[in-house]
């Protein structure tokens, strides 16, 4: 059974400090892809990125980076000088590829609270 | 843009009741998805469908169905509304896995239905 831990249920920061949000994640399936999604107060879940677990590449989209480790299951989310504006409730997902539906197991979700 | 839109923001519903939330999207996504959202629990998935009139139960069926006679639209029916039920809902669609290849890709969410039930 596929299952994600997010172990920080709220992370609080002050305005430019980095901060990282964990992602472990248990899966028998050799192929799988992981996600992370922002739910800002709005409510509406927006997505950040997709990986699959061929590519161990890190990626990084402006002050945004993903580490993505295999040897330790995890797929952690790193916020570079973070702002206000990224206030939000985070989740990261997994899916074990070509499952019927593309269904996401995600994780209990990480509330991040950026403090001018 | 993929557009998910979701019938209600807020509801408020007493036990017993019948309770309808209605989804619809406009990419022609095969794939749609209910999840209850609570906090520390994360998204759960009520009930899928990967065509229409197809449905697979997801972790927390009970006490809910589901019912899609059109590709855009997927509603979740509370049959007798509990207080247990109290939750924020989230709908979802996704492309379908295709082909030879075991791809998933990112599902696309509405804007979420705070429902609570007295």
């Known amino acids: 059974a596929q299952k994600v831990t997010q172990a920080q249920t709220e992370i609080s920061v002050v305005e430019k400090e980095d901060v990282t949000l964990d992602c472990v994640y248990e899966?028998?399936?050799?192929?799988?892809?992981l996600f992370w999604y922002k739910q800002p107060p709005s409510g509406e879940l927006v997505f950040l990125i997709r990986?699959?677990?061929?590519?161990?590449q890190n990626e990084i989209s402006g002050r945004y980076s993903w580490n993505f480790q295999k040897s330790t299951s995890s797929f952690n989310f790193t916020i570079t000088a973070s702002q206000v504006v990224d206030s939000a409730v985070y989740f990261c997902?997994?899916?074990?590829?070509?499952?019927?539906?593309?269904?996401?197991?995600f994780g209990g979700g990480t509330r991040l609270m950026v403090k001018p | 843009d993929v557009k998910v839109t979701q019938s209600s923001r807020y509801l408020v519903k007493r036990t017993g009741e019948k309770v309808f939330l209605e989804c619809v999207q406009d990419m022609d996504h095969e794939n749609m998805f209910w999840y209850r959202q609570d906090p520390g629990l994360g998204l759960r998935l009520i009930y899928f469908?990967?065509?229409?009139?197809?449905?697979e139960k997801g972790d927390i069926p009970e006490g809910y169905s589901v019912s899609r006679e059109k590709k855009e639209r997927f509603s979740l029916i509370l049959e007798s509304a509990s207080t247990n039920q109290t939750s924020m809902y989230l709908c979802a669609s996704s492309p379908p896995w295709t082909g030879g290849e075991r791809v998933t890709y990112e599902q696309y969410f509405g804007p979420g239905t705070r429902l609570t039930v007295t």
């Open positions: 469908s990967y065509d229409v009139k197809m449905k």
């Open positions: 899966t028998r399936d050799t192929t799988y892809y």
């Open positions: 990986r699959n677990s061929f590519d161990e």
């Open positions: 997902a997994l899916s074990e590829a070509g499952n019927a539906g593309n269904m996401l197991t």
